[in-house]
């Protein structure tokens, strides 16, 4: 067995047993079969630069659409223990459908991240803080704030993922320490050049101390 089917029967064998169902599952082999379904690319009049980042943790480049929030996300995952793999711009189209006005409409949709952690298996969405305030006023029916929970919400994306076993969640930058992030993106350059037993140790214990002061975790929502 080649060594990427090695790690396909890896990642669906740990959802399985995380109660993913088997309509989840072929969401989560569709995304790791195949390559991200679009390429970022940087607006001429917006405001965000892309990225590529050389993933350590997944042996390839992942793709930001931001160099502030969508990488620093990036960062957290690369970091992060409990987190198995995680893939951009995933290959798996979601369709919301929702009340806008006076209609129905259902809208395809193509989320930032795709995760496997041990604490969290589903879809993330990336967006600013004050972007989600004029979404949730704009279009309440596919936005929404949680005054119960104090975080945004998607209601037609749990809908829609009713029956998977699977998550989403939706990381502002209100969640995101900036020099928590910095740290972490000066540690990872050195990353390739540890060969030492020293070196390791080193790495450690800085790993030990961030993960002690680090930001505290999204807010995870489920479907029903």
């Keep these: 067995m080649s060594e990427e089917l090695q790690n396909l029967e890896r990642y669906l064998t740990f ?18 079969c195949n390559p991200p379904a679009r390429r970022v690319r940087t607006r001429s009049m917006g405001p965000n630069i892309t990225s590529r980042f050389p993933s350590h943790k997944m ?34 189209k979601v369709v919301l459908s929702y009340r806008s006005g006076k209609r129905y409409v259902r809208v395809p949709t ?9 604490d969290f298996i589903g879809f993330e969405e990336c967006k600013p803080f004050d972007a989600l305030q004029k979404l949730a006023s704009k279009t309440p029916g596919r936005y929404q704030w949680n005054e119960e929970l104090k ?37 990872y350059n050195y990353l390739p050049d540890m060969t030492s037993e020293e070196d390791h140790r080193l790495w450690t214990l800085c790993k030990e101390l961030l993960l002690a002061k680090g930001p505290q975790p999204f807010n995870v929502l489920k479907a029903q």
């Design 110 to 118: 193509t989320l930032d991240f795709f995760v496997i952690a041990e």
């Design 15 to 32: 959802c399985q047993s995380k109660g993913v169902t088997e309509t989840g599952l072929r969401i989560v082999e569709e995304i790791i």
């Design 151 to 187: 975080c945004f919400e998607i209601p037609p994306m749990a809908a829609y993922l009713e029956g998977t076993g699977l998550a989403y969640r939706i990381v502002n930058d209100k969640e995101i320490n900036p020099v928590y992030i910095d740290n972490l993106a000066l540690l």
């Design 59 to 92: 042996g390839l480049t992942i793709q930001a659409e931001s160099r502030t929030l969508e990488l620093s996300s990036i960062y957290l995952k690369e970091f992060d223990p409990k987190v198995l793999g995680y893939w951009d711009q995933p290959f798996h």
